[in-house]
């Protein structure tokens, strides 16, 4: 069973704010990282996939990056709007393991 | 809106029960995936179908069971139902190669309630 742990569960951040948070997950036999978005009352929405250590992807103001030397992925997040405010759940798959392994995620809240 | 449905989207059924969750996928998904939610709990991984065949199979009790069409589309069958088992239930679908790098798109899930 893979451990995927994400920190902080929750997080209020004032708009207009940055804000990051953390996956962390065993770095061997990395095969690929996720990130999703889960907003309230819709379903889960593909952000990023990271398969290379160092890679950074970024859509908008929403960005991460992945060390797998270490097991660590970073979901930054530039001036923070209300639109927001979601779960972040990161994923991961291993090879020998390749079904996803979601963490609990990170619960963000947008103060306006 | 990510092209996956699921029905139906609010199942109560009494305990003992059992009960069939359906999943279309994308057009041109050939991939089928499906999860639980439950209360305090991650996304727990079910099982995997690819064009017909069961790919993979994760944490399903053996009272649950799954099948994919030559449509595509999914059930996901839950039988002699407990209490535990009342949680959201996704179904989510991924492009053609059902590989682990490939995003997956979500369907609106099926919330079930066991009373």
Redesign the interface.
């Known amino acids: 069973i893979l451990n ?1 742990e994400q920190s902080p569960q929750s997080l209020h951040v004032q708009e207009g704010d940055s804000t990051n948070f953390t996956c962390s997950f065993p770095s061997s036999n990395f ?2 990282l ?1 990130w ?1 978005r889960w907003e309230t009352a ?5 952000l990023f ?1 990271m ?1 290379l250590n160092g890679d950074e992807k970024k859509k908008g103001r929403i960005s991460a990056t992945l060390n797998t030397k270490e097991g660590y992925s970073y979901l930054y997040i530039k001036g923070s709007q209300p639109e927001d405010s979601a779960t972040y ?1 990161c ?1 991961l ?1 291993n090879f020998g393991n ?8 990170t619960r963000l809240t947008i103060i306006p | 809106d990510s092209g996956v449905t699921q029905t139906p989207k609010h199942l109560i059924t009494a305990t003992g029960q059992r009960v069939t969750l359906r999943c279309s996928p994308r057009s041109g998904d050939l991939s089928v995936y499906w999860y639980q939610q439950s209360l305090d709990q991650g996304l727990q991984f079910l099982i995997q179908y690819y064009n017909g065949e069961e790919r993979a199979k994760g944490n399903i009790l053996e009272r649950f069971s799954a099948q994919q069409f030559p449509d595509l589309h999914s059930e996901l069958n839950l039988s002699s139902l407990e209490l535990g088992d009342s949680a959201l239930y996704f179904c989510a679908s991924s492009a053609q190669g059902g590989r682990p790098n490939e995003k997956l798109f979500f369907g609106s899930g099926t919330q079930l309630s066991v009373l």
Do not use: D, I, M, Q
């Open positions: 995927v095969y690929a996720h999703y819709k379903s889960p929405e593909a996939v398969t759940l994923a798959s390749e079904k996803l392994t979601f963490g609990t995620g």
